[in-house]
């Protein structure tokens, strides 16, 4: 019993909480599909700049969608970022580069490759992106590019999908439903434990996510082991 109580108080989030769950600045949103989300949520998780991010279904007409019927909808990721790190170009290269089933193949829509727009100023970087990597590619590229309409969040065992797999540390950072769609330090872990950002990032990061020497150990193990392992959902 003993034992287990020290393990109990180990697991437990510091009594002066420092976790860097909710960051104030002002965000821009981007929003895109790439395939599975679930390998979205992490490879944007990391990014730098990126303040918060979310799952969920858009693009389409069906309402209130979900994971067993999502209609005429995609798999998307919303971002919250900031616009003085990282740039919406930015985060379209990122977009161009990490599809996990191509950008010409023809795919169901559940998976459609889809860049939907939040302003007009959105829309003339994403369409000169396009002309862009068109331009370098043989074959005529699938994307779908449209304003930005109604997201639908997916289910709480979608966000942040990677992250939640180590149960026990999720509950050391105080971890719950409230906060899958919301914290910061939450989207990045998704992207650390699974190898996104590397090792240089997340040392120069670790000041200011709040976490623990043991906590801090844990994720530098992950990442090792993970880095360069692909994000194939």
């Keep these: 019993m003993l034992k287990l109580l020290r393990q109990y108080c180990r697991m437990k989030p510091p009594v002066n ?8 600045i002002p965000t ?9 989300f679930w390998s979205n ?3 944007f998780g990391a990014t730098l700049g990126v303040i918060r991010t979310r799952v969920g279904y858009a693009g389409g007409t069906t309402k ?17 970022y900031d616009p003085k790190t990282v740039t919406y170009e930015e985060l379209l290269e990122i977009f161009w580069a990490n599809h996990e ?26 369409e000169a992106s396009h002309r862009a990597v068109q ?14 309409d109604v997201f639908y969040p997916a289910e709480d065992y979608h966000q942040k999908y990677r992250l939640q797999g180590h149960k026990d540390f999720c509950r050391s950072i105080g971890l719950d439903s409230s906060k899958l769609q919301t914290s910061h330090l939450a989207a990045r872990l998704n992207g650390y434990l699974v190898g996104v950002g590397g090792m240089n990032q997340f040392d120069q990061e670790l000041p200011k996510l709040g976490l623990n020497e043991k906590q801090a150990e844990y994720v530098r193990r992950e990442l090792e082991r993970n880095e360069g392992g692909g994000l194939a959902c």
């Design 17 to 24: 909480n420092t976790l860097l769950h909710d960051v104030d």
């Design 28 to 36: 821009k949103k981007a929003t895109f599909g790439m395939g599975c």
């Design 41 to 43: 949520d992490s490879l």
């Design 64 to 80: 209130n969608p979900h994971y067993r019927s999502i209609g005429d909808h995609t798999e998307v990721i919303e971002i919250d």
């Design 101 to 126: 089933y191509g950008l010409t193949t023809k795919l169901k829509r559940q998976y459609q490759s889809m860049i939907l727009y939040h302003d007009d100023e959105q829309r003339l970087v994403a």
């Design 135 to 148: 331009s370098r590619c043989n074959e005529t590229l699938r994307t779908e590019i449209a304003k930005a």
